[in-house]
Each structure stands twice: as structure tokens, then as C-alpha cells.
């Protein structure tokens, strides 16, 4: 089980935004990130765990080994402010998914 | 430019069938993997089924085991998802994914734009 927190986080263009995700047993550094806005699929952004994905700016970084794993946007852009969905591909069928994590503009 | 476009959503009554369609441009699928996730409104994402990439293994969510079936065609290019005895609980957009390799890294690095399934009487 992947728990994401926290559910919205609410701030201003240009802030940090840090996003968690937590896995109910080790699955080493086998965790991604996308990034999915209204409307649209989602959108691959990071994969295992810290290696962006191509195209996807710098600003995005992600960190975490085991069980703790964080998204770091580290200067909020406008096109930012979407939802965010953690994965982990260390043990399945099935895939899972966390929650998401809502980033909306304060 | 990858592509890949999902068709045959709609409506069902439970108990009834569906079959979505997946067809990819830009690619050859046979060098690809490929899944089905399923998003249900105003949900999050819940991953449905696997094929890889000459159809041999073949893997479900557990609530549709027995239900779902995935098969692949790599001569045009599709991968399909066959639905039967579907439930209120099946309702969602359906997303067809490309896995990054072709027995499952479990990486999705393209997405469809979905195809919405409603079961309602």
C-alpha cells in the first residue's frame, strides 16, 4: 500500500512544494511520479525513485529509498498546480498506486 | 510521435460486455509491453492488466480476474481489453499504456486519452 500525503497541499507560484509518499513494506528505490492535470492522462515524470524522466524539467526532483519517498518541485510554475500520483513497481500483480496529492494554487 | 487511441466505451448495463481497443501510431507495439489503467470519476489510478510484448504472459487486478481478458494484435498494431459480467465498479476511463519495455519494467511512458465506460442500469 502506497499513502501519499499530504492530500491537498495549497501554495504560491514560485514555492517549494514537497510531496510524500510512503509504502506499507520495502520496496527499495522502485517508486515513480506522475503528474496528471484535468482532463488529460497522466504524465511520467520520475522513475525509480530519482531519475527524471525525459523532458521534464529540473525543477522536479525526487529522493527516498525502503519504505520514504518525497517529489520536490523546487520553484512552483503555473502549469505545476495538478495532481500528483506515486507508484511502485517492486512487487506485483497488482500495481499500485498512491492516492495523489492535490498541488492547487493558494 | 507516439500515439496511442483508445476506443469502444459506452454504456453497459451490469452483467453486460465491452471490448476497448487500443490502437498505437508512431511505434511498433511488438517491441512494447502494454497495460490497461483504469481511473474512476474523481478517483485515483488503479492499474488493470498487463501483456507483454508476444502476448504470452498476461496479468490482472484481482477484481477482474476471470472477467477481463487482454489480448494483443501486433500486426495492427492494437492491444485490446475484452470485458465481461461488468459491474457498477467497473465504471471509469480506461487508459491504454505503454510499458518502457517489452516483458515489464512497469514504467508507463505514453498514455492514451482514455475511454470512459459506464455501467449503469
Known amino acids: 500500500v502506497l499513502t501519499q500525503s499530504p492530500a491537498t497541499l495549497s501554495l504560491s507560484p514560485g514555492e517549494r512544494a514537497t510531496l510524500s509518499c510512503r509504502a506499507s513494506?520495502?520496496?527499495?528505490?522502485?517508486l515513480a511520479w506522475y503528474q496528471q492535470k484535468p482532463g488529460q492522462p497522466p504524465r511520467l515524470l520520475i522513475y525509480?525513485?530519482?531519475n527524471r524522466a525525459p523532458g521534464i524539467p529540473a525543477r522536479f526532483s525526487g529522493s527516498g529509498s525502503g519504505t520514504d519517498f518525497t517529489l520536490t518541485i523546487s520553484s512552483l510554475e503555473p502549469e505545476d498546480f495538478a495532481v500528483y500520483y506515486c507508484?511502485?513497481?517492486?512487487?506485483?500483480?497488482?500495481?499500485?498506486f498512491g492516492g495523489g496529492t492535490t498541488v492547487e494554487m493558494k | 510521435q507516439v500515439q496511442l487511441v483508445e476506443s469502444g466505451g459506452g454504456v453497459v448495463q451490469p452483467g453486460g460486455s465491452l471490448r476497448l481497443s487500443c490502437e498505437a501510431s508512431?511505434?511498433?507495439?511488438?517491441?512494447?509491453?502494454l497495460h490497461w489503467v483504469r481511473q474512476a470519476p474523481g478517483k485515483g489510478l488503479e492499474w488493470v492488466s498487463f501483456i507483454q510484448y508476444d502476448g504470452i504472459n498476461q496479468y490482472y487486478l484481482a477484481s477482474v480476474k476471470g472477467r477481463f481478458t487482454i489480448s494483443r494484435d501486433n500486426s495492427n498494431n492494437s492491444v485490446y481489453l475484452q470485458m465481461n459480467s461488468l459491474r457498477p465498479d467497473d465504471t471509469a476511463v480506461y487508459y491504454c499504456?505503454?510499458?518502457?519495455?517489452?516483458?515489464?519494467?512497469?514504467?508507463?511512458?505514453?498514455w492514451g486519452q482514455g475511454t470512459l465506460v459506464s455501467v449503469s442500469s
Open positions: 525509480d525513485s530519482s
Open positions: 508512431g511505434f511498433s507495439v511488438h517491441n512494447y509491453a
Open positions: 507508484q511502485q513497481r517492486s512487487s506485483w500483480p497488482p500495481l499500485t
Open positions: 499504456v505503454r510499458d518502457l519495455g517489452k516483458v515489464g519494467t512497469l514504467r508507463f511512458d505514453a
Open positions: 513494506q520495502d520496496i527499495n528505490n522502485l
